[in-house]
C-alpha cells in the first residue's frame, strides 16, 4: 500500500476527483509544455457529464490558464470515468499529450507512468494482513502505523488537522446561498446557534456535530479550502466527529493527530482494494469510506482494542452499501451535504455497537471492502456521479 499522506490533501471544493486531481494535472502538464502557444483539454466520462456543476473547467483553467475545455460526453469504454486528454500546440502543430486519470480523492494516475505518490510504503495490502502483524508483536494500529511511515507523517497530520478546524470555523460563522443555482441555504450557523427547551445532552450533541458536518461540506460547497477524507464530497464527517472530540469532549490534539493516522490507514485498505471514487463506485465508495474511516478513529480515540476498531470500520461501511452517487445539476450540494452529517451520526453508533458486540460479528472488513467494490461495479453508470438517475433526475421531474 502507498503511504497514508496521500488520503488527505488540502484544496479547493467542490470535488477531489473533479476539481483537485484536474488542478493538478493540469499543473503538472503546463510545467512539461511551458513553450506551448495553445493548450486543449478534453474531459470525458463523469468528469464531462458533471464537471461544469462540479467545476472542472475553473479548476482545469486555473492550473493551465486559456486552455480550451472540451466536454466529450459521447466517448464510451474508457480506461477510467475520470478520464482527460491534455494537448499542447506550437505554431498549430501538436506538441505534446498526456492522457491523464483523476482515480479518486485528488489523486490523479498518468497513463504509462509511475509517480512518488505510486510507491508502496506498506508490504501488506489487507487489513487481516494488519491485523495478525499488530497481534503477533502487540502493536496498536498507530505503532504499525509510524514504523513504516517516514517521520514527516506527524508534521504533515497537524497541518491536515489544522485547515480541517479552519473549515469547521468558518463554515459555521458563513450564512446565505450557495452558488449553483440550486437555492440551497448554508444551515451549519443555524443548527450550531438553535437551541431548544429541555433539549437531552444527545440531542445537543448529535446537533453540534451535524452543524460541524454541515459546515465543512458548505464550505466544499462553496469551493472554498478543505481536506480530502477521503474525497472533497464526504469531506465533512471525520472532522466534525474529531472536531467534536476535542473541542466538547477535551481529548488532546496529539490524540486525535493519531486518530487521523488511523482513519487514513483505513481508508487507505479501501482505496487499495476497492476504490474512493463516487464516479467508479457511487457514493458508497465516497461517504462510505468516510464513515468507515470516522468509525476507526473514534473507537481508536475511545482506546478500544484492534478487533473492535475493525469492526466499528465494518459497520460503517457495511450499512453504506449500494448507496448512490446522484448530485442534483452535478453540484455537491444535494444529496451530498446532509450525508455527511446523517455520517457522521452513523460512525459514532458502529462504534457504539462495535464496543459490545465485536466477540459475535460475523463480517470482516476486508469482506465488506470487496463487497463495496462489486456493488459499485454492478452499479448502472447512472448511479455514479454522472446526474443521470436517482435523485438528480427525480429532482427535474418534481420541479419542472
Given at each position: 500500500?502507498?503511504?497514508?499522506?496521500?488520503?488527505?490533501?488540502?484544496?479547493?471544493?467542490?470535488?477531489?476527483?473533479?476539481?483537485?486531481?484536474?488542478?493538478?494535472?493540469?499543473?503538472?502538464?503546463?510545467?512539461?509544455?511551458?513553450?506551448?502557444?495553445?493548450?486543449?483539454?478534453?474531459?470525458?466520462?463523469?468528469?464531462?457529464?458533471?464537471?461544469?456543476?462540479?467545476?472542472?473547467?475553473?479548476?482545469?483553467?486555473?492550473?493551465?490558464?486559456?486552455?480550451?475545455?472540451?466536454?466529450?460526453?459521447?466517448?464510451?469504454?474508457?480506461?477510467?470515468?475520470?478520464?482527460?486528454?491534455?494537448?499542447?500546440?506550437?505554431?498549430?502543430?501538436?506538441?505534446?499529450?498526456?492522457?491523464?486519470?483523476?482515480?479518486?480523492?485528488?489523486?490523479?494516475?498518468?497513463?504509462?507512468?509511475?509517480?512518488?505518490?505510486?510507491?508502496?510504503?506498506?508490504?501488506?495490502?489487507?487489513?487481516?494482513?494488519?491485523?495478525?502483524?499488530?497481534?503477533?508483536?502487540?502493536?496498536?494500529?498507530?505503532?504499525?502505523?509510524?514504523?513504516?511511515?517516514?517521520?514527516?507523517?506527524?508534521?504533515?497530520?497537524?497541518?491536515?488537522?489544522?485547515?480541517?478546524?479552519?473549515?469547521?470555523?468558518?463554515?459555521?460563522?458563513?450564512?446565505?446561498?450557495?452558488?449553483?443555482?440550486?437555492?440551497?441555504?448554508?444551515?451549519?450557523?443555524?443548527?450550531?446557534?438553535?437551541?431548544?427547551?429541555?433539549?437531552?445532552?444527545?440531542?445537543?450533541?448529535?446537533?453540534?456535530?451535524?452543524?460541524?458536518?454541515?459546515?465543512?461540506?458548505?464550505?466544499?460547497?462553496?469551493?472554498?479550502?478543505?481536506?480530502?477524507?477521503?474525497?472533497?464530497?464526504?469531506?465533512?464527517?471525520?472532522?466534525?466527529?474529531?472536531?467534536?472530540?476535542?473541542?466538547?469532549?477535551?481529548?488532546?490534539?496529539?490524540?486525535?493527530?493519531?486518530?487521523?493516522?488511523?482513519?487514513?490507514?483505513?481508508?487507505?485498505?479501501?482505496?487499495?482494494?476497492?476504490?474512493?471514487?463516487?464516479?467508479?463506485?457511487?457514493?458508497?465508495?465516497?461517504?462510505?469510506?468516510?464513515?468507515?474511516?470516522?468509525?476507526?478513529?473514534?473507537?481508536?480515540?475511545?482506546?478500544?482494542?484492534?478487533?473492535?476498531?475493525?469492526?466499528?470500520?465494518?459497520?460503517?461501511?457495511?450499512?453504506?452499501?449500494?448507496?448512490?452517487?446522484?448530485?442534483?445539476?452535478?453540484?455537491?450540494?444535494?444529496?451530498?451535504?446532509?450525508?455527511?452529517?446523517?455520517?457522521?451520526?452513523?460512525?459514532?453508533?458502529?462504534?457504539?455497537?462495535?464496543?459490545?458486540?465485536?466477540?459475535?460479528?460475523?463480517?470482516?472488513?476486508?469482506?465488506?471492502?470487496?463487497?463495496?467494490?462489486?456493488?459499485?461495479?454492478?452499479?448502472?453508470?447512472?448511479?455514479?456521479?454522472?446526474s443521470h438517475g436517482g435523485l438528480a433526475q427525480m429532482y427535474y421531474a418534481y420541479t419542472e
Amino acid at each position: 500500500m502507498k503511504s497514508i499522506k496521500s488520503i488527505y490533501k488540502i484544496g479547493h471544493g467542490p470535488s477531489s476527483s473533479h476539481t483537485v486531481g484536474p488542478y493538478s494535472a493540469a499543473r503538472i502538464f503546463r510545467k512539461r509544455y511551458p513553450d506551448a502557444d495553445a493548450y486543449r483539454v478534453t474531459l470525458y466520462g463523469s468528469l464531462a457529464f458533471t464537471g461544469e456543476g462540479h467545476g472542472t473547467g475553473k479548476a482545469v483553467s486555473s492550473g493551465l490558464p486559456g486552455a480550451e475545455i472540451v466536454y466529450n460526453r459521447e466517448e464510451k469504454n474508457l480506461p477510467h470515468p475520470n478520464t482527460m486528454l491534455f494537448e499542447a500546440f506550437k505554431d498549430g502543430k501538436i506538441e505534446g499529450s498526456n492522457r491523464i486519470f483523476s482515480i479518486g480523492g485528488g489523486s490523479i494516475r498518468i497513463e504509462n507512468e509511475t509517480s512518488d505518490e505510486e510507491r508502496e510504503v506498506y508490504p501488506q495490502q489487507y487489513f487481516s494482513e494488519i491485523l495478525d502483524i499488530c497481534k503477533k508483536r502487540n502493536l496498536s494500529l498507530v505503532q504499525f502505523i509510524f514504523r513504516f511511515e517516514d517521520p514527516s507523517l506527524r508534521s504533515y497530520l497537524k497541518e491536515v488537522w489544522d485547515a480541517m478546524q479552519d473549515s469547521v470555523r468558518r463554515g459555521l460563522g458563513e450564512k446565505g446561498i450557495l452558488p449553483g443555482g440550486l437555492g440551497v441555504e448554508r444551515k451549519a450557523r443555524i443548527l450550531y446557534e438553535k437551541r431548544c427547551y429541555n433539549e437531552s445532552a444527545d440531542v445537543t450533541m448529535n446537533r453540534v456535530i451535524a452543524a460541524y458536518a454541515y459546515a465543512v461540506s458548505e464550505e466544499n460547497a462553496d469551493e472554498q479550502i478543505v481536506v480530502t477524507a477521503p474525497t472533497c464530497g464526504s469531506c465533512g464527517v471525520l472532522p466534525a466527529v474529531m472536531y467534536h472530540m476535542q473541542y466538547d469532549r477535551g481529548f488532546p490534539e496529539e490524540e486525535i493527530l493519531d486518530a487521523l493516522a488511523v482513519a487514513a490507514l483505513i481508508g487507505n485498505v479501501i482505496r487499495t482494494n476497492a476504490s474512493i471514487s463516487g464516479a467508479e463506485c457511487g457514493c458508497q465508495a465516497e461517504i462510505g469510506s468516510a464513515s468507515s474511516m470516522t468509525a476507526a478513529a473514534l473507537a481508536s480515540l475511545y482506546g478500544l482494542n484492534i478487533d473492535q476498531i475493525e469492526y466499528a470500520a465494518e459497520i460503517a461501511m457495511e450499512h453504506n452499501l449500494g448507496l448512490t452517487c446522484d448530485p442534483v445539476k452535478g453540484l455537491v450540494q444535494i444529496p451530498c451535504i446532509e450525508r455527511n452529517a446523517v455520517a457522521a451520526m452513523r460512525s459514532i453508533t458502529s462504534v457504539n455497537l462495535s464496543r459490545f458486540l465485536y466477540s459475535t460479528r460475523k463480517i470482516s472488513f476486508d469482506e465488506v471492502v470487496a463487497t463495496m467494490y462489486q456493488t459499485g461495479k454492478d452499479m448502472n453508470e447512472k448511479y455514479r456521479e454522472t446526474s443521470h438517475g436517482g435523485l438528480a433526475q427525480m429532482y427535474y421531474a418534481y420541479t419542472e
